[in-house]
């Protein structure tokens, strides 16, 4: 079963930059997919970004499109999120996401069935 292990989360100000880092791990090859969801207190998760391997297709929320990257190191399988231009409604727990094979249907943000145990990101003004 894949293990996932998130990383890079902290405290910025506005307009700053953060990099999350998630090592995936009990798996061997590649992910079929790969996401960042994120979750406000007081509001549900939400999908943030999609990476999906065969494709090199990537997915974003429009909130953070522009601003947010998702990327793979293959190699190291491990999943990134670069954020740059951040703003204090991104202060949430970030998840790291992943369907290691297709489970039927299809999301921007994968068919989840693994989680991470979350980076908080918090964001002053």
């Known amino acids: 079963q894949v293990q996932l292990v998130e990383s890079g989360g902290g405290s910025v100000q506005a307009g700053g930059s953060l990099r999350l880092s998630c090592a995936a791990s009990g798996y061997d090859g590649s992910l079929y997919c790969m996401a960042w969801f994120r979750q406000a207190p007081g509001k549900k998760r939400e999908g943030v970004a999609g990476?999906?391997?065969?494709?090199?297709?990537?997915y974003y929320a429009d909130s953070v499109k522009g601003r947010f990257t998702i990327s793979r190191d293959s190699a190291t399988n491990t999943l990134y999120l670069q954020m740059n231009n951040l703003k204090p409604e991104d202060t949430a727990m970030y998840y790291c996401?992943?369907?290691?094979?297709?489970?039927?249907?299809?999301?921007?943000?994968?068919?989840?069935?693994?989680w991470g145990q979350g980076t908080l990101v918090t964001i002053s003004s």
């Open positions: 990476f999906y391997e065969a494709t090199n297709s990537t």
């Open positions: 996401a992943a369907e290691p094979t297709p489970r039927g249907g299809w999301s921007r943000f994968c068919n989840v069935d693994a």
